[in-house]
């Protein structure tokens, strides 16, 4: 089975600028998270989407926003981008549902640039 | 407050020995589940093992178990029979509120391991 898929892996932007990161789940699980992974850090949690539905945000600006289409797989945007926004970010998927159903798979991820 | 903490800044072990990796966690909910992933320098992070709060048992997945002592709030990873293919940073993290539809992980700073041949 394919795991967790992201696109791009990479991109390079430029202050100002806005990016689109995009996220396929593990076939049959209904919840997406998205994180931000600055060098030397752990991954710090954005979005969770679980059936189409914003179920958690953490502590991140407006400009960060995201959506879960009826197929599951996600969008996470960010406007005006700033130099701090460069990190690796993280999409996982989760059953959200059965046993262990709270275990986040991990997608490749995409690593931000930004200039 | 940090709830997740892994001061050891980066461990080495020669193959084929076994070695800990140290996590404290500091919670007031008494349901939460306790990950470890692996991340290489591909940047993927690889689901490794997990404990839930109310588990019996210490977990085991292969070569990784899980030292779960949960007066203390430690949840540490044990290596079995490490290869240099375990050369990676090692997270610890935590889920609190035990309901499914909530996933948010909160992770630790992580723990670089070195096998050395």
């Known amino acids: 089975d394919a795991g967790v898929t992201q696109s791009p892996t990479h991109l390079i932007k430029t202050r100002g600028q806005h990016v689109t990161l995009r996220c396929s789940p593990i076939?049959?699980?209904?919840?997406v998270s998205w994180y931000q992974q600055v060098l030397g850090q752990g991954p710090q949690f954005i979005f969770q989407?679980?059936?189409?539905?914003?179920?958690g945000r953490g502590n991140f600006p407006d400009r960060f926003s995201a959506r879960q289409f009826p197929n599951y797989s996600s969008e996470l945007n960010v406007n005006a981008l700033l130099l701090g926004d460069s990190a690796l970010y993280l999409c996982?998927?989760?059953?959200?549902?059965?046993?262990?159903?709270?275990?986040?798979?991990f997608g490749p991820g995409t690593r931000l640039l930004v200039l | 407050a940090q709830k997740i903490t892994q001061t050891q800044p980066g461990m080495f072990v020669q193959e084929k020995e076994a070695v800990t990796l140290d996590c404290t966690y500091d919670?007031?909910?008494?349901?939460?589940?306790l990950f470890w992933y692996k991340q290489p320098s591909s940047g993927e992070m690889i689901f490794l093992i997990y404990?839930?709060?109310?588990?019996?048992q210490n977990a085991t997945e292969g070569r990784y178990s899980l030292n779960f002592q949960k007066a203390r709030k430690s949840a540490n990873l044990v290596i079995s029979a490490s290869q240099l293919g375990d050369s990676a940073m090692y997270f610890c993290?935590?889920?609190?509120?035990?309901?499914?539809?909530?996933?948010?992980?909160?992770f630790g700073k992580g723990i670089t391991l070195s096998v050395r041949p």
């Open positions: 996982a998927s989760s059953p959200g549902t059965g046993p262990r159903g709270e275990t986040q798979y």
């Open positions: 076939s049959g699980h209904k919840s």
């Open positions: 989407y679980y059936e189409k539905e914003e179920r």
């Open positions: 919670t007031s909910d008494p349901s939460y589940g």
């Open positions: 404990q839930g709060s109310y588990d019996q």
């Open positions: 993290a935590m889920r609190e509120a035990f309901t499914g539809a909530n996933s948010k992980l909160t």
